[in-house]
């Protein structure tokens, strides 16, 4: 059985055939829009007459996706009480995760052993696998990025990723420094999506090894402690834009950032390449 057809199978199975999941990332987006809306409106409520005035405030998309996917600024841990979880950006963190949980796995006990079987070559059908889990992650990405401009093009607001330094104040409650940069798509669109794109796939690889919903739990404490722990070695953190060096906060640069996802993303095929060889399936070459 060639790659392709075994890609296809996926193609069909694992991502045409659901399509409800598309749906919540579109209704997620128009949420995430709303909130931004009424944030706005609520924090500038003596300067604006109403929530559809708002772009008097000189709104821009690079605005609209930092306030709604930039996450949030380390905590100072001598005051953590008073520290506000990043909700919003939690929620949209995993949201990929719950669309690639269970798949494989559901997929191996059902038809997908017969396709395992047919391909002759385990390590093919843990790379469509993978393939398939990367274009769910770029998907659903690609969804969010797009209802989030759309919305922001059908509103007003300037097409441009400027951002303004008083709803930056209001929304970080840290000053926007003087010498950031005006070109953030890597900061607010690449780099998150690549961030994606590795935590989906050792959340699969994990679950070769454990149960998905202990690969889901792995994960999410996972993103958890990168929300409060501040390093450059931590995949989290890259995908969060207000902490991206092209910000000027903190010093985390995009292009470590890029290489420890593609590391990472090596690392999972690897291992779980080695692991279903592993499994011991009569018939199959490695």
Known sequence: MRFFNIFRYDFRYGFLSRPGRWAAVVLYAVFLFSSFSFSIFHGFYGEVDSLWSINSLSLSVGDLFVADLGGKLPPDFRQLQSYSFPTPWFVWQIIPCVCTLSYMIEDLSQGGMQVLIRAQ????WWFSK??????????CYGLEYLSLWVLSLVSGKAQTWELNSRVFQFSFAQALPSTHSTHLFVSLCLLPCLVGMAVNLMQMTLSLFVKPVFAFTAVCCYLIVGVYYAHPLMLPNYAMPVRSAAVGIYNFRPELGIGLCLLACAACFMVGAWKIRKKDIVGLAP
């Open 130 to 139: 993978c393939l398939w889990n990367l274009w769910v992650v770029l998907v």
């Open 121 to 124: 070559k385990k390590s093919w």
